[in-house]
């Protein structure tokens, strides 16, 4: 995102992986960070140094190479034996290609991640990479699901990842979702602000964003057109609402605002459609604690994502601690 949020229906207005192309998707060669937090391919994950800016190898990025801020509670020297838990925050559509540094916009999360004992990874994911594996293009989900977590492992950072959480906004609110739903039990928390929740139920959304970022062609690269039989039940298989199920065993905090512009709006029904969906399935259940925030005012924008974060961590840190 660049200085405004964007999202599909307006160019207006969270993870995790981005290097975007002019085509939809894949990464191209990977831009130097708009500042310098210490870039490194091989990081030193020994000393006192806390903050991390990785460009990450990814051959399902096409060969390119992936940036990943990652920042530690403390030195690694302070780690706990098994490491420290983990909250993946995944960034919204965007016109930026350093949408790793947009987190410093969410006001105490450094802080309150710190004080927890709580490393962060903010990865990119595509200007509009959607946190999937494209039919053509970028594996963004393989990236994220598996190469770096397996780079983060062979380097040394001190990660329990038997405990890790997801958080996203806008588009990063559909990572967070359809990545904890279609790997049931990976993650033990989901953090879920103005998500596109239920993307079948107003596709325009997503294809105009595809449409917006990259070209008109690329809008069935994705996950192929939803009028289609086969296009559907592509659609279906990254779609939130028709996931539920997998988010069982989750600590679960849905967010959006109401009287917050057309945008906001509609994901907010998509919200509301799938709580009402996950409490008629039975969230006890499924042992899924249920936060729903849906009935207080707020726009599409930082200023309600990063007071709707701050008041859902709690949750999340108590859930990664069980």
Known sequence: MGKKPRHALAALLITVALVSSATPGPAAAAPKPTESLGAVVSPQVAGDRR????????SAAGGSVVWVRVLLPAPASQAPSGGWPVVFLLHGTTDSTAERYVWRKFAGLFDAAASSGVVLVMPEGGKAGYYSDWNTGSKWETFHLGELPRYL???GFPIDFNRKALAGYSMGGFG???YAARHPERFK???ALSPVANPLRNPSMVLNDLRDVYS???RYRLW???KTKTGAKTWKKHDPYYL???LRGTYLYLYAGKNGGSVESALRAQTIKLAKRLKSLGTAKLKITLRTHTSSNGTHSYKYWSAQLKSAWPGVVAALKK
């Open 153 to 155: 492992k062979a380097q």
């Open 176 to 178: 967070a979702l359809s």
């Open 51 to 58: 903050d991390f800016d990785l460009a990450v190898p990814s």
């Open 216 to 218: 008109s062609g690329a």
């Open 244 to 246: 539920a199920k997998g």
């Open 224 to 226: 192929g057109n939803p």
């Open 189 to 191: 928390a989901v953090v």
